[in-house]
């Protein structure tokens, strides 16, 4: 089993600066690819970020240029500097891991608001 544990959501005006970190811990052998996603109501989740093992990143076009995806592998964390924030990225926002253990398997973390107000 292996637990995702955000930290960092909170409120922002728009234009403000926010970090999400995540720390995975449990069994495996590696992580293969981290990622943030957010949700709002009755819209489904989307990728926001994410980034490989090896550092290869892909973002959501409409965060281009405003946020930053960084992954520790030694510390098994990813985080996702965010600025320019705008109230469009306003959502909750979960941490992704695929990892390996014999076989590839999927975790979400729990989840942590991110509000930007106008």
């Known amino acids: 089993q292996v637990q995702l544990v955000e930290s960092g959501g909170g409120w922002v005006q728009a234009g403000g600066s926010l970090r999400l970190s995540c720390a995975a811990s449990?069994?495996?052998?590696?992580?293969?690819?981290m990622a943030w996603y957010r949700q709002v109501p009755g819209k489904q989740r989307e990728l926001v970020a994410g980034?490989?093992?090896?550092?290869?990143?892909n973002y959501l076009d409409s965060v281009k240029g405003r946020f930053t995806i960084s992954r520790d592998n030694a510390k098994n964390t990813v985080s996702l500097q965010m600025v320019s924030l705008k109230p469009e990225d306003t959502a909750v926002y979960y941490c992704?891991?695929?990892?390996?253990?014999?076989?590839?398997?999927?975790?979400w973390g729990q989840g942590t608001q991110v509000t930007v107000s106008s």
């Open positions: 992704n891991a695929i990892v390996v253990y014999g076989a590839m398997y999927n975790y």
């Open positions: 980034i490989t093992g090896g550092g290869t990143t």
């Open positions: 449990g069994r495996f052998s590696s992580i293969n690819y």
